[in-house]
């Protein structure tokens, strides 16, 4: 009998909740996403996804090897991290330079800083920043989804997105500049810089809402990341206060610009949709592992993040900014949490 | 039942499973005498007993059998007729091992003790006894905090010229999950609970009283209110309904809700001039300063899927587990844990001749499944920093970096992370997505923080 009875350190229940549940809810997140990207891209999705969370895996399994760790495959850290760095990229990237972008993140920026929970850098921008440094144009080539123009952009839009298609053939009159142009945030740099008609952009608010719009995999539809997001949101997987500051802080460092030149900069709500500002409210800053602990510190974080994302788009050079936002933030997390060291319910200790 | 829903509350905390099932709709059982008992000399706070009997000398119902003249104590005494069999080192549920007496019961003369409950009634004044007997009795007869941590009663209710009480709040709150004991006492016994909180009050000079229960125990809330309604005007005394959330009944967090104040980090709660007592133990103080006896039985829950007879026994303090397990019929083949209190805080037993003390509320017997569900079965990973934990902690600390601190041997670095302030109520580790022991951690870290002190002098 006695032997039977075992002995551990209360409390003896827990709740039904597991690492591997918290990513694998993000993964089920994100199908909304998967299905929209493969929808717009076709095959071209498929196999940069699907490429990306199998050299993930793979790299993963062997550093695990190599570190005489056990297999944390099962964690799916590895597979959430493949399919946030296969969204961030751009469907024409050839599947070799997607293989070593994987392998980079879980190898440098995971791994190495000492496997899930240690990294500083979230892996899948790191990885990013990494082959935008590396790879140069192929990072920025956008294809124009294959269903562009037939399913969803009827009416106004079309007439839009011919005019600024248009535009962009004369601005650069060649087309290689005209297929680095497609994505709606450059298309409002360009704008910015007096280059296009800024109402015209503004026009693209729901284009970019439903999808089919050029940009990165995971891009391109609003309403499928919305979906996936929602469904953090009530599952609790992900507490509402990082997307809240980061879209709140976009919202108004954008409105700021644009009522002080509403010709000139587009409208808050084509911003907050387009490019990679919903994804990287929903899931990319959301990353536990890289934001800060406690609520104060997660309220900075995310309010850094949009006012830096916006930052770059309207005022750098790149027209988008969520990679170095996060990164940037990502590095300040520390000192956040440093910063928000929390105070006990009763005040602090008189005696020590 | 007409639903009650309690609005007052304290940030943080968690909702495990209620599974008050087992024992709700049982009514106290007396449980048989059983042949042999061990009373521990260390079942409070304060300074251990030394024992006042030697070896084979003969022992009666009530008598004092263990003393200590320090301030915070409380004095033992034996619940049965009986013999001395021996003094020795005994199982201790919480600290291991303590010195305690082994009484044999006689074999005729025991018969076992019944509840006073049915001697109260409408017609009490507490205004007959003086505060300073009422004091005396409660001393006299042993009385600790029943609910947990077991601290002398008398210290709590006497008056103490630097720290004036105001308001005294009865825990009714029962935030434990499995157990059901102060719910029982609350439905059958609420004549004798009243009194008891008069004559608390009366004797620790306040007048406002608050009476905290969880919403999820309609039925209390009901009779205590309704007992105090027909007792008409008997001063400022109100029933309280709270949100059903862990750790409710923690002293600090009751404070909170009902009265909206913090109870200071590293204080008690009297310097903020409150008193708090539980609802068994008012109980406690009735019978003893009313009937004069001592504290030598209470009501303990025998809960779990894996016990053939759950419910709520008055038993005598001392009766071993494996006496009370086998007068609830045994265990069932799945047992896979006995835990002396609730699953959250309670203190998992190898030994199961430990016996239980003032403060043992309840046996929970879990089963292998529900064992490996919560502890074996699910991976531990590294900490993920999703920041449950903190948002969990109702002292609102840093669970994660204390425990983190303390594996990695940081003892300064837990304390700057206000260890001590830690209350231990298990929220962080129910929480944990990556199944980490936290509040295992902060617990050894405490330890260890007391024997460096030690070492140091
Ligand atoms: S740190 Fe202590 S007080 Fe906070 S939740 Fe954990 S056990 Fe409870
Ligand atoms: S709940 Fe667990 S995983 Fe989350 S921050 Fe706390 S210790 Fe880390």
Redesign the pocket.
């Known amino acids: 009998m006695l032997s039977k009875i075992t002995v551990s350190p209360a409390p003896h229940i827990s709740q039904d909740l597991s690492t591997r549940g918290v990513m694998g809810d993000v993964i089920i997140a994100l199908v909304p996403a998967i299905a929209a990207a493969v929808w717009f891209f076709r095959f071209q999705a498929v196999w940069v996804i699907a490429t990306c969370v199998l050299s993930c895996m793979a790299s993963e399994w062997i550093c695990n090897i190599i570190r005489k760790k056990p297999n944390s495959l099962g964690d799916l850290s590895a597979i959430l991290t493949g399919l946030i760095l296969a969204f961030s990229l751009p469907p024409t990237i050839p599947l070799w330079a997607a293989a070593i972008g994987s392998a980079f993140a879980i190898v440098i920026a995971k791994m190495l800083f000492g496997g899930l929970g240690c990294n500083v850098f979230n892996p899948a921008m790191a990885a990013r920043a990494f082959m935008a440094a590396s790879l140069g144009a192929l990072m920025t080539t956008w294809t124009v989804p294959a269903t562009m123009g037939e399913v969803h952009c009827k009416g106004q839009e079309a007439n839009a997105l011919a005019a600024i298609h248009a535009e962009n053939t004369y601005d650069g009159s060649n087309g290689e500049i005209a297929l680095t142009q497609a994505t709606p945030l450059a298309w409002a740099k360009s704008a910015q810089k007096g280059k296009a008609d800024v109402q015209l952009v503004n026009q693209m608010v729901k284009p970019t809402f439903y999808g089919g719009v050029g940009g990165c995999l995971g891009e391109t539809s609003v309403l499928a990341l919305l979906i996936g997001g929602v469904y953090l949101l009530i599952r609790k997987t992900i507490s509402f206060h990082i997307p809240a500051a980061v879209l709140i802080a976009a919202a108004a460092f954008v409105g700021i610009f644009y009522l002080i030149s509403p010709d000139k900069y587009a409208n808050p709500a084509f911003h907050l949709f387009s490019g990679g500002m919903l994804i990287c409210a929903f899931f990319i800053a959301t990353d536990p592992v890289t934001a800060p602990l406690s609520v104060k510190g997660m309220w900075i974080f995310g309010v850094g993040v949009g006012a830096l994302v916006m930052l770059i788009r309207l005022i750098g050079e790149l027209p988008e900014g969520v990679m170095y936002a996060v990164l940037i933030m990502n590095a300040l997390t520390p000192l956040i949490d440093r910063a928000c060291k929390l105070m006990p319910a009763g005040g602090k200790p008189n005696v020590s | 039942m007409a639903e009650i829903r309690g609005k007052c509350t304290f940030p943080g905390g968690a909702h495990p499973p209620e599974n008050k099932q087992f024992g709700e709709n049982c009514p106290v059982e007396v449980a048989t005498v059983p042949k042999q008992v061990s009373i521990l000399l260390s079942q409070h706070i304060g300074a251990p007993c030394e024992p006042l009997v030697a070896k084979r000398e003969a022992v009666t119902v009530g008598q004092v059998i263990g003393q200590s003249d320090a301030f915070v104590s409380a004095p033992i005494h034996s619940p049965i007729n009986g013999t001395v069999k021996d003094i020795a080192l005994l199982p201790h549920p919480v600290i291991g091992r303590t010195m305690g007496i082994i009484i044999d019961a006689d074999a005729e003369n025991n018969t076992p003790k019944q509840p006073v409950n049915a001697r109260f009634d409408k017609d009490f004044n507490p205004t007959d006894f003086t505060p300073e007997k009422i004091c005396m009795s409660v001393r006299q007869a042993g009385l600790v905090g029943m609910g947990g941590a077991g601290f002398p009663t008398q210290v709590k209710i006497e008056p103490n010229p630097r720290l004036e009480k105001k308001v005294l709040i009865i825990n009714g709150c029962e935030c434990e999950p499995f157990i059901t004991c102060d719910y029982r006492v609350m439905l059958e016994w609420v004549w004798q609970v009243i009194a008891g909180i008069r004559l608390a009050a009366h004797a620790a000079g306040v007048n406002k009283i608050r009476i905290g229960i969880e919403d999820n125990k309609p039925e209390a809330i009901k009779i205590v209110s309704d007992t105090i309604e027909q007792l008409g005007n008997i001063g400022d005394i109100q029933v309280v309904p709270l949100k059903t959330k862990y750790p409710q009944g923690g002293e600090r967090q009751l404070i909170k809700s009902i009265l909206g104040k913090t109870v200071p980090t590293g204080s008690i709660p009297p310097t903020i001039g409150v008193c708090v007592l539980n609802v068994a133990t008012c109980a406690a103080i009735a019978e003893a300063v009313i009937v004069g006896n001592p504290l030598t039985h209470r009501i303990v829950t025998v809960s779990g899927c894996a016990i053939s007879k759950p419910g709520n026994y008055y038993v005598p303090i001392g009766m071993r587990v494996e006496d009370l397990i086998e007068y609830c019929g045994g265990l069932t083949e799945t047992a896979a844990k006995v835990i002396m209190g609730g699953p959250m805080m309670g203190f998992a037993i190898a030994d199961l001749s430990t016996p239980l003390t003032k403060t043992s509320g309840a046996l929970t017997f879990l089963t292998k499944a529900a064992v490996t569900r919560a502890k074996y079965e699910k991976q531990v990973t590294a900490c993920i920093r999703c920041g449950r934990?903190l948002t969990?902690?109702?002292?609102h600390?840093n669970?994660t970096k204390?425990a983190h601190a303390v594996k990695y041997n940081k003892l300064d670095l837990a304390k700057d992370y206000y260890l001590s302030a830690?209350?231990?109520?298990?929220?962080?580790?129910f929480v944990c997505p990556a199944n980490i022991e936290?509040?295992g951690y902060?617990k050894t870290g405490k330890i260890l923080d007391a024997r460096a002190k030690k070492r140091l002098g």
């Open positions: 934990c969990a902690c109702p002292e600390l669970p204390i830690c209350m231990e109520c298990g929220c962080c580790s936290i509040t902060i």
